[in-house]
């Protein structure tokens, strides 16, 4: 008998082929699912939980902001470190250390630019506050020298082959150390700034522009009381840049260059819509249909079968308010007396840190001379319902459309709402003055709110029994369906609900809010779901590692390499997202200050927290780490802060399209060196 030995060794070579491929793809799945599990708990609900945590104990925001929420925020890229230093024993958290600074000062900065606000003659740009930056750009230079330092001590195995970096203690707390002395110039920023004026007053630094330095900064500290317009017990109040500092409702937005909120746009985009009672019965009925035709076919499909399904815990009846309403419609009701719009509001459970991807979340506003209530923009819309309160003071920023309700009560937290357009945040204001002034009287008489419904009979008993299951979370939950996604998010979100349904029943959510707008999670829930959080993020870390260092294996690279490419864009990407958001409602300028505090923060505590925890369990220097590349790295880190800081100087701190442009590039050719080199 013959053997075809050929045909048996081909078709060996292409079944091993076969598998290695989809070894390939589960790993890549893995990884991947990781990386988005990772953020969504992030995100959703650890940041949220360390909110709530810091609210709880008053820990002033500057602290918060640089301690409990950035080791939030930085969660992924801290617990990347400690699984590969301790539990895999390679390089892969170095690695991802390095390129995530490199991604987010090149890349995430970029986007930014690009998703910008503010533009002139079509070309974008972001202006960026000079104390600000000179701080984050400092420290960040100054975690880069630290770690430098750390990693300056080499020598070799018993094998003699590979160079290894040793590590010692001492070195190791100094680079942790860095971020401590960063957390108290942050808490004390106004006495540091105050420190320089009087240096610079006392030994004339400044030379030219010394005047107008010194009245700028000082006018930071005066507060004026001749811009108070006042009718009875109704204030309203608009505030100057010098003066938004003294305001905790516009933590981390005073110091934002009103620049960066200039437009293009015009009153004529704005589409304003007048009618009466009867033709607001028709555009109702009219817009009940509406949600359906901007939901795209696959949508509708799922839409109705799980109305056939009867799974209501996936569906629900009401279409997004965004659905029926333009972001920048204002509708005028006259037979009602009310005007309707969509507003930013900032949530109250991301306050604490400089800004995130739920920071600010949209609500359809409805506003009477008698009562004033909003809706989130999701499912059952009117089952998440806020009245708002009896306010007879108003804060705004007219040069950022930035309104902040009072609230009358003590103790409760005011309002803060963004208008996307001018021509809204005019109309609203006008709409809120009349709103104090007609309900003045009941404020004299010292109520500080209505019954829900304005004190309808009607409308409150229909509204009685809905009141004591519902609340005004603004958020939707991990396993409703998003009708009105696109057909790629309709399968991604299929081909995940396994995992949302657990994640739903396993992670505790604290955003829960009554209908007046109040937090209603307990400090002991915002515990469980700090420590659910940690295990879930532990977990995500331990599986995107070792697919990663699995990965790399089979395509013969460096952990190293796999770290500063892959695994850095995946940690970073979220933070990616956020920044283009907060860019596109006019932050432009914290999303970049933002690059260098999560810079700082991935050195100092990323890499200094995890060497330190080593050698005081061990006893010994930490000297696992090959010197594979690392000198390449740390003058890549040095060459992009010094380009960054040539580049701000020549254009007067102002980031162009042009700038964006060669982050671009020179991401792209960074990646391409790495992967040729690994």
Known sequence: MAYNTDDDASNDGSDAAADNLWVYVALSFVACVSFWCQSVVTEERFVPALNVISDYYNIPDDIAGATLMAAGASSPELLCTL????????????????????????????????????????????????????????????SIGLLYLALSERGSEADGEVEHIYISFWKACLLFGGYALYVVVCSNMELCVKCICFLRRRFGFGGKNEASFKENEEATYQHSEDEVEMSGSVRYRSFEDHELHQLPFIYNISTEPIENWDTAESSDDIYTCNSDMNKHNETENHDNTTGEKKRNILSNTIHKSLKLMKANHLLCSDEYPVEMNDVYELTNNEGFREISCFLWQRSIFYSKAYFGLHAFHLRWFSITPTRISSVPDRHDPKKHIIVYPLFDELHVDENRMIINIVNPVDGKRDFTLMAPSKSIFEAIVHAFKLYMEVNQPLRLQGMTELDDDGGDDAARAKTKQGKRDNDAD?????????????????????????????????????????????????????????????????VGSYAMVTSLEKLAALLRISDSVMGVTVSAAGTSLPAYIASRMAAERGFGNQAVANVFGSNTFNITVGLGLPWVLYIAVTGESYHDLENEGIAESMLILIGTLLLFIVLMLSTKFVLLKWHADIFVVLYIIYVVFALAKG
Not at 88 to 111: D, M, P, Q, R, Y
Not at 489 to 518: C, F, K, N, Q
């Open 83 to 142: 699984v590969s230093l301790f539990i895999t024993h390679s390089s892969l958290g170095l690695g991802t250390i390095v390129g995530s600074e490199i991604f987010n000062l090149l890349i995430i900065c970029a986007g930014s630019v690009y998703a910008s606000k503010s533009h002139e003659h079509g070309k974008k740009y972001i202006v960026l506050d000079r104390v600000m930056v000179v701080r984050e750009v400092g420290f960040y230079g100054l």
């Open 474 to 538: 603004p958020h939707v939950t991990l396993i409703e369906f998003p009708s009105n996604a696109s057909p790629l998010e309709i399968a991604l979100w299929i081909s995940l609900y396994p995992l949302r349904l657990v994640m739903h029943h396993t992670l505790p959510d604290v955003r829960h809010l009554d209908r007046h707008g109040d937090p209603t999670s307990s400090i002991g829930y915002a515990y469980l779901s700090t420590a659910t959080c940690l295990m879930w993020l532990i």
